[in-house]
């Protein structure tokens, strides 16, 4: 059964830090481009950031400066680094491929920036 695992979400003030982790079994995702999205109440899932198999990342405005994707093959694991959390960064965060499998989807983990 192929899972796609979120943690490390959490409440945090606005200016703070979180390091997200994104945990693949079942198969291997090494060969595809994974990206970090996120939902927000009331509004469409968007693609915050992604990074291909060699490495290359790409950013929505929005994020860019502020937040770092990363992976590490060997464990089938993919990160994102999130500096300067702003109240609009609150949102359930979602890992997946690029473009998304649908039925892949795991359960999110919860941002919440706020004072």
């Known amino acids: 059964q192929v899972q796609l695992v979120e943690s490390g979400g959490g409440l945090v003030q606005p200016g703070g830090s979180l390091r997200l982790s994104c945990t693949a079994s079942?198969?291997?995702?090494?060969?595809?481009?994974m990206g970090w999205y996120r939902q927000a109440p009331g509004k469409q899932r968007e693609l915050v950031a992604r990074?291909?198999?060699?490495?290359?990342?790409n950013y929505v405005d929005s994020v860019k400066g502020r937040f770092t994707i990363s992976r590490d093959n060997a464990k089938n694991t993919v990160y994102l680094q999130m500096n300067s959390l702003k109240p609009e960064d609150t949102a359930a965060y979602y890992c997946?491929?690029?473009?998304?499998?649908?039925?892949?989807w795991g359960q999110g983990t919860q941002v919440t920036a706020s004072s």
């Open positions: 997946n491929t690029v473009p998304p499998l649908t039925g892949y």
């Open positions: 079942g198969r291997n995702f090494n060969a595809y481009t």
């Open positions: 990074i291909s198999s060699g490495g290359t990342t």
